[in-house]
């Protein structure tokens, strides 16, 4: 009986006492624009991440690549991420086993819908600033794969993560650059895109940008859509846009992300449950159960101003902060059954290895039998605090329609009030292009 509960306590302790993993030092990094120290830093704690958590590893270190440019070694870490995810996708029945009588940290990390999607948007920059535009659609068309599963699982009379407004639009972008056929594609996943944002709307609160809306109107009457250009103009008004001819062929353009703030960390928050028991008798139940702990990001106040050219404003595109917190609010029903479940296993199992002690052992045995059960629930219950911490809080986008030839770009931006300017240095545009790039503030 000793050696049992030694070994329970063991795997409780082994659980509650995982490595931590050094985001100080990666976000402090990343806060000084030191991305290639963030990464080596990722990749020097590979060990501490663990198998669990290989996945966070891998997302974690295509993220900080990314930013450091090193789109090639971004995008290896961004396939192995999508060949596990595949691997984990079909559950082990015991992981799943283990999960439910320690706690899902036991379980390897899948990571969130969201995330998933996100994974791929990496992807898809990364093959952009290399110049591989038929890489960059794998990843809109494996996006694309997961946002179809999303909405089938998530069903359309029910509210959650099923679409990504971001994915879809520079999925458009991509496509917009090739055949006549790749033209249908992009103008579908623009009012995919606007599909998306009228989701966003309801469950975060992002607006509309008013570039998705002229861009709409572009592709419809470059593509002899009349009916859809009026339907798109009765909505939003007539807007001011280059025609897409143009853009294909005499203009330049180029696509702007402002990386704003972190992705919010988790942290374990214990709550107190009754329930009552086949006996009769009422037990309470403390569950840990995941919270969202969001940083407050400052209002942004951007334009990108190139040349001679007319500046333009940047518009937010993805609010992951309040993605992440809706995703969390939508799981906590399922997460709160499944904890109490547990908790109420443990509880069962306690007071049957409780009872097997005092036959064995008498009251002694009982006594240490009751201490070593409650120390293991004690240390078990911990909630699955794991989640993508490097990626931004928010994503700002500007897209510029520009004269080709050689020109200099700056973000011109007040973060609390304060101007200043960030560097794109110069550029030699070409006619046709569409050039991505990418810029952070923390």
């Known amino acids: 009986m000793p050696s049992r509960l030694l ?13 931590t993993l050094p985001y100080a030092q990666v976000e402090g990094a990343m806060r000084q624009g030191q991305y290639a120290q963030a990464a080596d830093t990722v990749k020097g704690a590979e060990k501490d991440y663990g198998d669990k958590a290989h996945l966070l590893y891998l997302m974690d270190r295509a993220m900080t690549l990314h930013l450091a440019g090193d789109f090639n070694g971004s995008n290896q870490a961004v396939a192995d991420g999508a060949k596990l995810i595949d691997a984990l996708y079909t559950k082990s029945l015991s992981s799943e086993a283990a999960s439910f ?44 794969g997961l946002l179809v599963a999303y909405a089938k699982e998530v069903g359309e009379d029910k509210v959650g993560y099923r679409e990504d407004a971001l994915a879809r639009y520079v999925s458009a972008a991509l496509y917009e650059s090739g055949s006549r056929q790749d033209l249908w594609d992009s103008y579908l996943d623009y009012k995919k895109s606007d599909e998306a944002f009228d989701l966003y709307a309801k469950l975060y609160g992002t607006p509309k940008p008013l570039r998705l809306k002229a ?19 009765a909505r939003d008004g007539q807007l001011a846009y280059t025609p897409l001819k143009q853009t294909r062929s ?37 569950i840990a159960l995941p919270k969202a702990l969001v940083l407050d990001l400052p209002p942004l106040q951007a334009r990108l101003s190139v040349g001679t050219e007319a500046p333009v404003s940047f518009e937010l595109f993805q609010d992951i902060n309040a993605i992440a917190v809706r995703d969390l609010e939508d799981k906590s029903a399922a997460l709160t059954v499944k904890a109490t479940a547990r908790a109420l296993v443990k509880f069962q199992a306690a007071r049957e290895l409780q009872k097997q002690a005092r036959q064995s052992g008498g009251d002694g045995a009982e006594l240490l039998a009751f201490v070593g059960t409650n120390l293991f629930t004690l240390l078990s219950e911990k909630a699955d605090t794991r989640s993508w ?54």
């Open 7 to 19: 070994a329970l306590i063991a795997v409780a302790a082994l659980f509650a006492g995982c490595a």
């Open 101 to 144: 009588l320690v706690n899902d940290m036991s379980l390897p990390y899948r990571g969130d819908n969201y995330e998933r999607v996100m994974l791929h948007v990496l992807g898809m920059l990364n093959y952009a600033a290399l110049g591989d535009k038929d890489g960059a659609l794998v990843e809109a068309r494996q996006a694309d």
């Open 215 to 233: 861009d709409l109107q572009r592709l419809a009457e470059g593509l002899g859509e009349d009916d859809d250009l009026q339907k798109w103009r």
């Open 250 to 286: 005499d203009r330049a353009e180029l696509l702007v992300l402002i990386y704003q703030g972190l992705a919010p960390a988790k942290v374990s928050t214990s709550l107190s449950l009754p329930v009552s028991l086949a006996d009769g008798t009422q037990q309470f139940f403390k």
């Open 389 to 442: 911490r490097t990626l931004p809080g928010r994503i700002w986008l500007a897209r510029a329609d520009l004269s080709p030839g050689k020109q200099h770009a700056v973000i011109l931006l007040s973060e609390d009030g304060a101007p200043q300017q960030l560097d794109l240095g110069d550029l030699d545009l070409k006619p046709g292009q569409k050039l991505f790039l990418q810029r952070s503030l923390y």
